[in-house]
């Protein structure tokens, strides 16, 4: 349910906040002298993303540090557990990977190098900065030496093997990578290829398996969104860019061990079940998520279409109570709840999910419906929409905005290099309000950016994420595997970076949520941002 896409020769192009992205270990930090309050701050953060780690809890340690960077942004330490964290993370949800596991089986020692070359290939051909070759292969090395210390990977490829050996293999690892002079790809592939083949003498460890971890350890190293994809990673993204999926209809986060129920599709067998946001799954075909990972029990939710998995769900009022839950084909809306909120106004509202290939047609259909309806101004809802398709997002916003600039791209290549524009044609001119919170990413700052910069509307609600990447989706040759690539960076009609800064609101409305020991749970009553809108929409009204 996120990304940039338009179609091209390399492959599919995207901008989204993947709940799953990769890492980032090589930015530069700004020297910045703290306050006491910021040094006690920053040690509870880091205690509290200790026991996280401990636990196993990669993905809720992963959202711990990105929130952490927020608050704290350019801390280097902060950046290196996240890259650690995120290591850790992906080998979980890679040897969870049916696909991946396959590609191990049938890779031989060759055609995994040639894997890891193509892989060289297209990020010399098409990330958005020259590559560091060294920092490439360091990366890959530090991912493999994560492997050696998860019992996932030693349980698959070194069941037996004594620790002592594996600690001698480390250090000749490390000391085989720092005397090489890696200045290109093909430098990077010779490395590798030893690290290999070291692995196999003193380990019996198989090449391909040592192989895999440099090729993901080279995409993720990039920055926060860039990833290795196995294939059926690969087929779960053309499936997102489609709107549709084979599973239970849910969108999940890691909480307090369980899997928090952030949003429930319509028409889903999730929906169909009963199960509601704020719902926690905590037990998984009689599993605890608090004896396995959440990463662990959200791929057990996984399945083939037509088959059945049976959930424990603890509800917000402490209700328990055991479903049993076929996996169907789910069609994702991308518009939700599009509805009429205040008559005497006129005032329209609909929530916009994700910005994929059928969303200017749902927003078409939305917006004429309103329009019989009797509106006259329209609140359009981005919280929590992680983005989706750029074209998408450019042509939903043209809807809006008359002329002018919606985004401007640009990358290393100049290809990569463009300005969208709108188009006069087809434009509602009815008053607008978009709300935005801090989970409203890439696309959705582009449409949000759009309607600020152009002065069309009135935002409302809390800075957006601040993703400002534009990825590709390229294919690749073996396995069946593809990568995801950052290719260039987007900035607002006012040539304003999105990147790390976001889009702020002009009213600002703070989230109303009560902090529980299962999460935050949203407060019942009037929607404040909502009604935030009606307010401004009632107040200029009067004006007039």
Same mark, same amino acid.
């Given at each position: 349910? %996120?990304?940039? %896409?338009? $179609?091209?020769?390399?492959g599919f192009l995207l901008v989204a906040a993947f709940l799953a992205a990769p890492s980032s270990s090589f930015g530069q930090s700004e020297v910045r002298i703290l306050s006491d309050a910021s040094i006690s701050a920053l040690?509870?953060?880091?205690?509290?993303?200790?026991?996280?780690?401990?636990? /196993?809890?990669?993905?809720?340690?992963?959202?711990?540090?990105?929130?952490?960077?927020?608050?704290? #942004? /350019?801390?280097?330490?902060?950046?290196?557990?996240?890259?650690?964290?995120?290591?850790?993370?992906?080998?979980?949800?890679?040897?969870?990977?049916?696909?991946?596991?396959?590609?191990?089986? =049938?890779?031989? @020692?060759?055609?995994?190098?040639?894997?890891?070359?193509?892989?060289?290939?297209?990020?010399?051909?098409?990330?958005?900065?020259?590559?560091?070759?060294?920092?490439?292969?360091?990366?890959?090395?530090?991912?493999?030496?994560?492997?050696?210390?998860?019992?996932?990977?030693?349980?698959?490829?070194?069941?037996?093997?004594?620790?002592?050996?594996?600690?001698?293999?480390?250090?000749?690892?490390?000391?085989?990578?720092?005397?090489?002079?890696?200045?290109?790809?093909?430098?990077?592939?010779?490395?590798?290829?030893?690290?290999?083949?070291?692995?196999?003498?003193?380990?019996?460890?198989?090449?391909?398996?040592?192989?895999?971890? !440099?090729?993901?350890?080279?995409?993720?190293?990039?920055?926060? !969104?860039?990833? !290795?994809?196995?294939?059926?990673?690969?087929?779960?993204?053309?499936?997102?860019?489609?709107?549709?999926?084979?599973?239970?209809?849910?969108?999940?986060?890691?909480?307090?061990?369980?899997?928090?129920?952030?949003?429930?599709?319509?028409?889903?067998?999730?929906?169909?079940?009963?199960?509601?946001?704020?719902?926690?799954?905590?037990?998984?075909?009689?599993?605890?998520?608090?004896?396995? =990972?959440?990463?662990?029990?959200?791929?057990?939710?996984?399945?083939?279409?037509?088959? !059945?998995?049976?959930?424990?769900?603890?509800?917000?009022?402490?209700?328990?109570?055991?479903?049993?839950?076929?996996?169907?084909?789910?069609?994702?809306?991308? *518009?939700?709840?599009?509805?009429?909120?205040?008559?005497?106004?006129? %005032?329209?509202?609909?929530?916009?999910?994700?910005?994929?290939?059928?969303?200017?047609?749902?927003?078409?259909?939305?917006?004429?419906?309103?329009?019989?309806?009797?509106?006259?101004?329209?609140?359009?809802?981005?919280?929590?929409?992680?983005?989706?398709?750029?074209? @998408?997002?450019?042509?939903?916003?043209?809807? $809006?905005?008359?002329?002018?600039?919606?985004?401007?791209?640009?990358?290393?290549?100049?290809?990569?290099?463009?300005?969208?524009?709108?188009?006069?044609?087809?434009?509602?001119?009815?008053?607008? $309000?978009?709300?935005?919170?801090?989970?409203?990413?890439?696309?959705?700052? *582009?449409?949000?950016?759009? *309607?600020?910069?152009?002065?069309?509307? @009135? &935002?409302? /609600?809390?800075?957006?994420?601040?993703?400002?990447?534009?990825?590709?989706? $390229?294919?690749?040759?073996?396995?069946?595997? /593809?990568?995801?690539?950052? @290719?260039?960076?987007?900035?607002? #009609?006012?040539?304003?970076?999105?990147?790390?800064?976001?889009?702020?609101?002009?009213?600002?409305?703070?989230?109303?949520?009560?902090?529980?020991?299962?999460?935050? &749970?949203?407060?019942?009553?009037?929607?404040?941002?909502?009604?935030?809108?009606?307010?401004?929409?009632?107040?200029?009204?009067?004006?007039?």
């Amino acid at each position: 349910m %996120m990304q940039r %896409m338009a $179609f091209a020769k390399i492959g599919f192009l995207l901008v989204a906040a993947f709940l799953a992205a990769p890492s980032s270990s090589f930015g530069q930090s700004e020297v910045r002298i703290l306050s006491d309050a910021s040094i006690s701050a920053l040690e509870d953060l880091f205690e509290a993303g200790r026991t996280l780690e401990q636990s /196993g809890r990669w993905a809720e340690a992963i959202t711990h540090y990105e929130q952490g960077l927020r608050d704290h #942004p /350019g801390n280097r330490e902060l950046q290196q557990r996240l890259d650690l964290t995120r290591m850790h993370y992906d080998l979980a949800r890679r040897y969870n990977d049916r696909s991946f596991r396959q590609a191990i089986e =049938s890779l031989d @020692t060759q055609r995994a190098l040639d894997l890891y070359s193509e892989v060289l290939l297209k990020i010399g051909a098409h990330y958005v900065t020259n590559p560091k070759w060294h920092q490439i292969v360091s990366r890959g090395t530090t991912a493999l030496d994560v492997a050696l210390s998860e019992t996932t990977f030693l349980e698959n490829n070194l069941r037996g093997v004594s620790s002592e050996l594996i600690d001698a293999f480390r250090r000749r690892m490390y000391q085989l990578v720092g005397t090489r002079s890696i200045r290109n790809r093909i430098d990077a592939q010779q490395t590798v290829a030893s690290v290999a083949q070291l692995a196999n003498q003193m380990l019996g460890l198989t090449p391909a398996v040592v192989v895999l971890e !440099y090729t993901s350890g080279a995409a993720g190293g990039l920055d926060n !969104y860039c990833t !290795y994809l196995t294939s059926d990673q690969l087929r779960d993204i053309y499936s997102q860019i489609e709107g549709n999926f084979v599973g239970l209809g849910v969108e999940l986060k890691a909480s307090n061990g369980a899997l928090l129920l952030v949003h429930v599709i319509p028409g889903s067998p999730a929906k169909q079940a009963g199960l509601v946001p704020g719902d926690r799954i905590v037990e998984v075909n009689g599993t605890s998520t608090d004896q396995t =990972s959440t990463d662990e029990a959200a791929s057990m939710l996984q399945g083939p279409e037509h088959t !059945y998995v049976r959930v424990t769900v603890l509800s917000k009022d402490g209700q328990r109570r055991t479903l049993r839950i076929r996996r169907e084909h789910v069609d994702v809306p991308s *518009i939700e709840d599009a509805k009429i909120v205040d008559r005497q106004l006129g %005032m329209a509202y609909l929530k916009l999910t994700a910005f994929q290939k059928t969303t200017v047609r749902d927003l078409d259909t939305a917006l004429w419906s309103l329009h019989r309806q009797g509106m006259r101004s329209l609140i359009i809802d981005l919280r929590g929409n992680p983005g989706g398709l750029l074209t @998408t997002s450019v042509e939903a916003a043209d809807r $809006f905005v008359q002329s002018g600039t919606i985004v401007s791209t640009r990358g290393r290549s100049p290809q990569e290099d463009y300005d969208y524009r709108a188009h006069q044609a087809g434009t509602w001119r009815v008053p607008l $309000f978009v709300l935005i919170d801090g989970n409203s990413a890439s696309a959705s700052e *582009i449409f949000a950016g759009a *309607i600020r910069d152009n002065r069309r509307g @009135t &935002i409302i /609600g809390a800075r957006s994420f601040g993703k400002g990447s534009v990825q590709g989706i $390229f294919p690749l040759n073996i396995a069946g595997a /593809g990568l995801r690539l950052t @290719t260039a960076k987007f900035y607002s #009609p006012n040539g304003h970076p999105i990147s790390k800064v976001g889009v702020h609101p002009d009213i600002v409305v703070r989230h109303a949520a009560k902090v529980t020991d299962q999460g935050e &749970i949203p407060v019942a009553g009037p929607d404040p941002a909502i009604e935030a809108a009606i307010q401004t929409a009632r107040q200029r009204l009067a004006v007039r």
